[in-house]
C-alpha cells in the first residue's frame, strides 16, 4: 500500500475523494508518483469500498484507489490510502494511536476510549509494536508522493551507533526501528553523548502527534528563541536559524522518537 497524506478527516474525504483521485492521477501521469518496489509509472487500477469505524462506534464507507504498475515484470498493485487510516484496520488512525499509547503508557485495555472488543485493542498494539514495513511504506510514500529520492536506511541493534555517527557526519536522514525493548533508545542516547559539542549541536524530539507545526516550534524552543504563531512563519524563522548554525559550522542532529508508527506528515 502507499500512505498519502490528506488534509482532512474522512468525512472531508468521503465527500471530495474525487479531488484527491484527480491529484493523484496528475501526479501519477506527470511521473511524480511511482512504485515503491521498482520505480515504475502507475495507472489506475480500480477502486473500493472500505468502512471506517470511529471511537464511538460511528461507522463510515469510503472509497479507496487502486493504482497499477505499468513496469513489465512488476505489474503490482497497491492501494493508495489517506493517512488518517491505517493499513488493514476499519478504525480511524487516532483511534487506534490514542488506546495504544494509552496502553504503552501503563493504562489498562479496558479504560481505553474506544468502542472495540479487548481482543481487537490487544491486536492493534500488537501490530503497532511489529509496524517497520509499515513506517516503511508510509515514509517512501510520502517521500515519492513529494518526487524526492531520499535514501532510507533502515537497521536495528546491530552496529546502530556507527551508523547513526554516518548519518549525522553525512547530514542524512536516517529511521532506526526495532522491536520493544532491543535498545533503539538506548542507542540513540549513547550516540548523542558521542556527539562533539564544538560540532554537533543536538535537538531531541519525542513527541507522539508530531505536526510540522510542532516541528519548527520544538526546534525553536530548543535554541531559545520564541516562535512566529503562523507555521509557514515558524518555518522560515526555523530555517534561518538552522542556516546560522550551519554557517558556523555546526552540524545540527535532530532525533525523533515516535511511540506509534503514526506518519509524520512533512
Ligand atoms: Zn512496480
Known amino acids: 500500500m502507499i500512505i498519502a497524506r490528506y488534509p482532512g478527516q474522512w468525512k472531508v474525504y468521503r465527500k471530495e475523494c474525487a479531488t484527491f483521485f484527480e491529484r493523484l492521477k496528475a501526479r501519477m ?4 508518483l511511482r512504485c515503491p518496489l521498482c520505480g515504475g509509472v502507475f495507472d489506475v487500477h480500480s477502486y473500493y469500498e472500505r468502512t471506517v469505524i470511529e471511537a464511538s462506534g460511528q461507522t463510515g464507507k469510503i472509497t479507496i484507489m487502486r493504482v497499477i504498475c505499468q513496469e513489465t515484470g512488476c505489474g503490482k498493485t497497491q492501494a493508495i490510502l489517506p493517512d488518517f487510516l491505517m493499513p488493514y484496520k476499519r478504525y480511524a488512525a487516532v483511534v ?3 488506546s495504544f499509547n494509552s496502553v504503552d503508557n501503563g493504562g489498562r485495555i479496558d479504560e481505553c476510549e474506544a468502542a472495540a472488543e479487548a481482543s481487537t485493542i490487544m ?3 500488537r501490530y503497532l509494536r511489529y509496524s517497520l514495513l509499515i513506517a516503511i511504506n508510509a515514509l517512501q510514500g510520502i517521500l515519492l508522493e513529494k518526487g524526492r529520492k531520499i535514501g532510507v ?9 556507527e551508523r547513526l555517527a554516518i548519518a549525522a557526519a553525512e547530514r542524512q536522514f536516517l529511521v532506526v526501528t526495532g522491536d520493544s525493548g ?5 542507542a540513540a542516547r549513547k550516540f548523542v553523548s558521542m556527539l562533539d559539542p564544538m560540532r554537533y549541536l543536538h ?4 513527541d507522539s502527534n508530531l505536526s510540522p507545526r510542532n516541528f519548527y516550534f520544538q526546534i525553536l524552543n530548543q535554541l531559545g528563541i520564541k516562535p512566529k504563531f503562523f507555521t509557514g512563519d515558524a518555518k522560515r524563522q526555523m ?6 548554525i550551519i554557517d558556523a559550522r555546526r552540524i545540527p542532529v535532530v532525533t525523533i522518537t515516535k511511540r506509534t508508527c503514526a506518519i509524520w506528515k512533512c
Open 239 to 244: 530555517m534561518e536559524e538552522l542556516a546560522k
Open 96 to 98: 487506534i494511536e490514542d
Open 182 to 186: 532491543t535498545g533503539k533508545t538506548t
Open 203 to 206: 535537538f531531541y524530539i519525542s
Open 29 to 32: 501521469d506527470k511521473g511524480i
Open 153 to 161: 536506511k533502515v537497521f536495528s541493534g546491530k552496529n546502530a551507533l
Open 123 to 125: 491486536r492493534w498494539i
